[in-house]
């Protein structure tokens, strides 16, 4: 519904009804347009009982009225259903600006249909996860850059990873290549201890220790610790978790062979996961997370030792949220630089000119990521 959600506003005229009845419109329409394994009838009455139950029964015969006029030849029109008609027009012209007609076209796609299931090894290695998939009937394949494995199905997404074999064992965590790669990319050498500052739901944190890298995982989101500590336990990390605000200087300053900040952000690299961001977002949105994003290095760079490294990443496409941080950050300090990546495991596709990772959905088939490696040289 909500990767439909501009064709289906578009043919309810939602401009006219009640705020209050918007996603139950949006429902009923979606099942009328697109699940033609419901019936009609079955649709819209489900959606006015949704509607009494939610507004009142005053709204019923409106709700019963707008849909019934959807079930005709032509309600559609036509032209609505493109790609590109699925996301908010200033994100799209902006979008053509950076990547042209062509690519925007390409990640507009990509974010309109269903993801594929990605796992990362855990407590299991790659050879013992397979085996337990293919005992269990589950069909799975290398993702690209060899960074997990798809889980192929028919209908993506698949299964629910708690009913795949090992989900209660720890054998995998649920990670796109894209966020595992980024892992790989800080190349922390091993044994260091690192401070992953942003570090719920817990994915990298636990790629990291895979690694080799001692973690101290922290996040200001203390709904969202519960998480985080979950992720670590499962996959039978050593992680300690802690509820704290980067900005307010948890650690000792020099304290940490490195420091990870993975930024919130306007996610607009994940909208295929998370299909509501795009409509959550509006063109003042950069600006504002960049200010933040500035905030949390400045916050994070005094905590790294000399010689030490600060990883910088989000989830975002745009250069507001990525490069641009960057260059403010290493333009106002210059105690640190970028130091290259020599690790051959993170394909040169991937790395930018400046030698920041950069994966880009309509390019590489993975979500959208950025990092920049960091290194604090005085």
Known sequence: MLRRQ???????????ADPRLHDVLRLGAYQLRWLTRVPSHAAVSTSVELARQ????????????????????????SGLGGAKQSHPEWLVQRWVSQFGQVETQRLTEWNDSRPILILQPARASVETLLRQLRDAGILATDAPFGAGLEIRTPQPPGPRPQSLPGFTEGAFIVQDPAHALVARFAAIPRGEFVYDACAAPGGKAVTLEAHGA?????????????RLADTARRAGVEIRCVAADLEAAPLRPASVDAVVVDAPCSATGTMRR??????RLNPTVFARAAARQARLLAAAAPLVRPGGLLIYATCSLEPEENEHVVEGFLN???EFARTPHADASVPTELLTDAGDFQSLPQRHGIDGAYAARLMRVS
């Open 214 to 226: 001692r973690i101290l995982a922290g996040d200001a989101r203390h709904e969202r610790i519960g």
């Open 332 to 334: 106002q300090n210059p």
């Open 6 to 16: 501009r064709e289906l506003d578009s043919a309810l005229e939602l401009d006219r």
């Open 54 to 77: 939610t507004v009142g029964e005053g709204v019923t015969g409106y709700v019963n009225h707008a849909l019934r006029k959807l079930t005709g030849l032509g309600a559609w029109g």
């Open 274 to 279: 998370h299909p509501d961001a795009r409509w």
